[in-house]
């Protein structure tokens, strides 16, 4: 099955269908496909309802068994392997994106592994995951899929994790997220022009998917922020975006720095340096993040965790693998007592950084 039918959508007066799922609104003619180029209206007579389709159910650009680390995930079942997987499109049009042969593809044909989410769910659970992502492109644009997917997880006992920029409208958003168990959000930057002018969209609606996934739910979540040198990586931005952090979601929610490499449409950019990675996570500190952490520079003490209470390391990273782990099974510091914030669920996983590519339906 590749084409179902959608829920968020609206009829306009001048007859177009307006697509409801993310703020950007896309408003269809027949024949005509949103931004994400998944979601589309259908001609006449190649579907039996005049409605907005999502056409990638239970195809995926194929699924890989990771370390829950690297979504980048670090207080959700430590150290356990997770099965990942995303399809095609994006419902943001990043200059810098680092995943555009997925996200941006439009060809459908790259779309090779099919899979039903009981089947996802079975080889999951095959494979000894605890948890399943989705991932890759952002999964706001296949809810449909990603929702019965999750269903089914929870059906083996397995969680699910979505790796996603929050760009979606409320209304989507709590049936999206309704059997989510974790999340790894994209906070791309803390100002209004750089989201209008680099992703193509608007910070507000980021903001309030956070706070509503904060406040309102049981969704574990963590924030990443890739710096890209003289864009999004001042002290000025990175002072408002952790207090604001702290002030609005809380000093538990963990937060991500990672470096930029040139891609996509923004090769004229250097590299960002391991210095201004870590001036980042300094900032995060010193505004109250108790958890900040670096990603993809190789500097194992600012990718470890530190209890909040003594400050000890209790989790020591070298990149995905686990080193020295001193929290009991329930997330408790074995020092001090103080609850680690997370979801911690007995010893942590061993699975290291093997990355093990799954066929469907070869078991």
């Known amino acids: 099955m590749d084409v179902v039918g959608t829920q968020f959508w609206s009829k306009l007066e001048d007859g177009r269908l307006r697509c409801d799922v993310c703020p950007r609104g896309c408003k269809l003619r027949p024949g005509q496909r949103g931004l994400c180029f998944v979601r589309a209206r259908p001609e006449p007579g190649d579907w039996p309802r005049d409605e907005v389709v999502l056409t990638t159910y239970g195809r995926s650009s194929g699924f890989c068994v990771d370390p829950i680390e690297k979504k980048p995930l670090n207080h959700f079942l430590p150290g356990t392997p997770i099965l990942s997987f995303g399809t095609a499109g994006c419902n943001l049009a990043c200059d810098f994106c680092q995943n555009w042969d997925i996200s941006k593809s439009r060809e459908m044909d790259t779309l090779a592994s099919r899979a039903t989410p009981e089947r996802i769910a079975r080889e999951a659970a095959a494979a000894g995951c605890r948890s399943v992502a989705f991932t890759y492109n952002d999964p706001v644009i296949f809810l449909e899929y990603a929702r019965d997917v999750a269903v089914a997880c929870h059906e083996h006992d397995l969680r699910t994790v979505a790796v996603t920029a929050g760009y979606i409208n409320p209304g989507a958003c709590e049936a999206f997220f309704a059997d989510i168990d974790a999340a790894n959000v994209d906070l791309k930057a803390f100002d209004d022009d750089f989201y209008r002018k680099v992703t193509k969209g608007r910070l507000e609606p980021v903001l309030d998917t956070l706070r509503y996934l904060v406040h309102e739910t049981k969704v574990w979540v963590e924030l990443t922020t890739l710096l890209i040198p003289g864009l999004n990586d001042g002290d000025a931005e990175l002072e408002a975006m952790t207090a604001w952090v702290v002030q609005e979601l809380g000093p538990h929610v963990p937060m991500h720095f990672t470096a930029f490499h040139p891609d ?4 004229d950019r250097p590299r960002t340096s391991l210095s201004t990675v870590l001036r980042a996570r300094d900032i995060a500190r010193r505004a109250g993040v108790q958890h900040a952490y670096t990603g993809n520079v190789g500097h194992g003490e600012s990718g470890s965790t530190y209890c909040a209470g003594c400050g000890r390391c209790v989790i020591e990273r070298v990149g995905y693998v686990l080193g020295t782990y001193d929290l009991d099974p329930a ?22 950084s093997r990355r093990l590519p799954i066929v469907m339906g070869a078991r």
């Open 264 to 267: 996509y449409r923004m090769r």
């Open 331 to 352: 997330g408790a510091c074995i020092h001090c007592g103080d609850a680690m914030s997370g979801v911690f669920d007995g010893p942590p996983g061993r699975w290291g």
